[in-house]
C-alpha cells in the first residue's frame, strides 16, 4: 500500500440537495481493514438510492462512506488482513455499501466478484446491484420456479431490465410495465414476454387478460403506495408480492380478508443495510448459479448511458427525468 496516493477525486456533497451538490472534491484513499480490498475504480454504477441519498432522504448505514455509489468495477491494488494476497491484481464488480464515486473504493472481499472477458468494466459495474436486489427477491423471497410469471414494474429500469434477462435464463415469463410504448416496444425487444404502458391502460385488467385471467404467481414492485392493493389483484392463489422500494408512498391499505383468502403472501426487503456475512452468501450463492451465465456472454446488464465521474451531476439528471432504459454509469478512468 506504499504506493498508493494519499488524495482522490470523489463525489461527496457537503449537505443534500439538486445534482449541482454533485461536484469533484479531494478526499483520502481509503485504507482497507480486515477482510476488505481497495478496488481502483474503473467505472461506478448509479441507482436510484445514491439519488435519495443526495436529496437527504436515504441516508448511509452506520459506518458508510458519505461518498454515494453502491457498485463498481476495478482493479484490486490493496489488500486487508485476512484477505488473500492472490487477489492483488485482479479485476472485480463489487456490491458495497457506499463509497463509489471515486478514484478508490472499498469493498468487503466477500462482496466482490471477478469480471470475466465477456464483459467490460462498464458493464461489470452496472451489474451487482441490481443483480443482487433482483435475485435476493426475485428467487430468494419470492421463489420463483421455472414456468412461473412475474409482473415486474418498472420494466426498462435497472432492476426491471435485470429482472427480464435474468427470468429469461432461468424459465420465467415476464410481464412489465412501463410509462410509455416505446418502452414498452424496448423492454419486449431485451426479452419481455409482454409489457404494459400503465399510463394508457388498466395493468391489472391486462394482466388478467394475459394470462386467460389467472393473474401471476409474482410481483416485484418498486412502487408501493396505492399500486399494492391493484397488485395484489394481479396474483393467483398462493401468489406472492416483493416490495423492493416504495416510490408513490411507503403507506397502502390492503384487504386482510383477500389476502387470507387467496393465501397471499406479502413480503420485501431493502439491500444496502443487511449485513456483509448475508451480502456475502448471496455473492457466494450467484458466483455458483448466474456467474457461468455472465461467463459464458448470456447474461449482461442494459446500458442506457456512461458519464465522466465530474459529470455525476449530469448523470443524476438522466436519472430523475425517467428516460433511462437500462443502467446509467459512471466512467472513473
Not at 423492454?187 to 385488467?205: C, K, M, Q
Amino acid at each position: 500500500m506504499a504506493d498508493l496516493p494519499k488524495l482522490m477525486e470523489a463525489i461527496d456533497p457537503e449537505g443534500p440537495g439538486g445534482p449541482d451538490m454533485l461536484a469533484l472534491a479531494h478526499r483520502s484513499v481509503p485504507r482497507p481493514g480486515p477482510s476488505e480490498v481497495l478496488i481502483k475504480v474503473a467505472a461506478a454504477g448509479v441507482n436510484r438510492p445514491d439519488v435519495l441519498q443526495r436529496l437527504g432522504l436515504y441516508p448511509p448505514p452506520p459506518g458508510a462512506p458519505s461518498i454515494p455509489g453502491l457498485e463498481v468495477a476495478g482493479e484490486i491494488v490493496a489488500a486487508g488482513e485476512g484477505v488473500a494476497v492472490e487477489l492483488l491484481g485482479q479485476p472485480v464488480c463489487a456490491l458495497i455499501a457506499g463509497g463509489g464515486y471515486a478514484e478508490y473504493a472499498l469493498a468487503p472481499a466477500g462482496q466482490c466478484l471477478p469480471v470475466p472477458a465477456a464483459l467490460t468494466m462498464v458493464e461489470a459495474a452496472a451489474m451487482p446491484e441490481t443483480l443482487f436486489t433482483v435475485w435476493t427477491n426475485l428467487f430468494e423471497r419470492a421463489y420463483a420456479a421455472e414456468g412461473e410469471t412475474a409482473l415486474v414494474h418498472g420494466g426498462t429500469s435497472g432492476i426491471g431490465t435485470m429482472a427480464i434477462t435474468l427470468g429469461n435464463l432461468f424459465g420465467l415469463r415476464t410481464i412489465v410495465t412501463c410509462g410509455s410504448d416505446e418502452k414498452c416496444r424496448r423492454a419486449e425487444e431485451l426479452g419481455a414476454s409482454e409489457a404494459i404502458n400503465y399510463r394508457t391502460r388498466d395493468f391489472v385488467e391486462e394482466v388478467k387478460r394475459l394470462t386467460g385471467g389467472a393473474g401471476v404467481h409474482i410481483v416485484l414492485d418498486m412502487v408501493g403506495g396505492d399500486y399494492l392493493p391493484r397488485n395484489l389483484d394481479c396474483l393467483i392463489e398462493d401468489g406472492r408480492h416483493v416490495s423492493i422500494a416504495v416510490q408513490r408512498g411507503a403507506i397502502a391499505e390492503v384487504n386482510i380478508a383477500k389476502v387470507m383468502q387467496r393465501r397471499l403472501t406479502l413480503t420485501g426487503s431493502t439491500l444496502r443495510p443487511r449485513s456483509t456475512e448475508f451480502k456475502t452468501l448471496v455473492a457466494d450463492e450467484l458466483s455458483r448459479a448466474v456467474w457461468p451465465h455472465v461467463e459464458a456472454g448470456k447474461l449482461r446488464p442494459v446500458i442506457d448511458s456512461t458519464f465522466k465521474l465530474a459529470d455525476a451531476a449530469d448523470a443524476h439528471r438522466r436519472m430523475e427525468a425517467g428516460d433511462h432504459v437500462g443502467k446509467i454509469v459512471l466512467e472513473v478512468v
